[in-house]
């Protein structure tokens, strides 16, 4: 696909600390990069203390955003609603920096109607953000397991995921513990793996399409479409 025929969109970076530098970087897997030319988009980076990242965004003309995945979320991330975030104890590999940015960029996207699709970490944020709440998992970092369909009754559109991904958190969506509006497009072990929101154009899965290799077609088909689309 051509560079002018590509969408650009903004994406998140994880925060890494580099005690001994007396650093704060921002990171993001260089394998974001192919995945996403696969899919006919081109990312451009958030930076994390930007003051001003969605006005940031709308000045190079990005239409979307992806909320990569990679560390723990603070309790002090901020929600739609104001009230306070249904966020796990963690106490290790936090970034109150992150979270006001993807909260900023996430106020942002309800008033633009940008697409927006959180990966990992980024679907944990997503339900946070709608009042939803998280909880600890275990078995489910560094393996792969089966996918269960979820209900897209009430969806415009269907989408098409692997039998099996990969996994790589120990912070979960609990089937209890889903945001209002959010519909659950699939499921393992109690816990939902992928989510769509009825009103919004906000859809977030659980597993990093970015580590596959070869890439799965369903992922780029599905990054493709809800990019240009919404839907």
Not at 88 to 110: F, H, I, K, Q, Y
Request: aromatic share 6%.
């Amino acid at each position: 696909m051509s560079l002018s025929a590509r969408v650009l969109v903004g994406i998140t970076q994880r925060v890494v600390s580099v005690p001994s530098r007396g650093e704060r970087r921002d990171t993001l897997d260089q394998s974001w990069t192919p995945f996403l030319a696969a899919c006919g988009i081109e990312a451009v980076s958030i930076p994390n203390r930007h003051p001003e990242a969605a006005a940031y965004l709308r000045r190079l003309g990005a239409c979307g955003v992806i909320l990569s995945g990679g560390g723990n979320i603070s309790p002090s991330i901020g929600t739609l609603s104001g009230k306070p975030a249904g966020v796990p104890d963690a106490d290790a590999d936090l970034a109150p920096e992150r979270d006001a940015t993807e909260t900023a960029l996430l106020r942002a996207s309800v008033e633009s109607r940008w697409p927006v699709i959180g990966v990992c970490r980024g679907m944990q944020v997503l339900n946070v953000f709608h009042g939803g709440r998280l909880a600890h998992l275990s078995g489910h970092a560094g393996t792969r397991h089966a996918l269960a369909a979820g209900s897209s009754a009430g969806l415009p559109n269907q989408f098409e995921f692997d039998r099996d991904v990969n996994s790589f958190h120990d912070i979960c969506v609990p089937a209890d513990g889903v945001a209002t509006g959010f519909r659950p497009l699939a499921v393992a072990d109690g816990t939902v793996e992928a989510f769509m929101h009825e009103k919004m154009p906000h859809l977030g899965i659980m597993w990093h399409p970015e580590r596959n290799r070869p890439f799965s077609a369903n992922d780029i088909a599905l990054f493709s479409r809800f990019m240009r689309t919404g839907a």
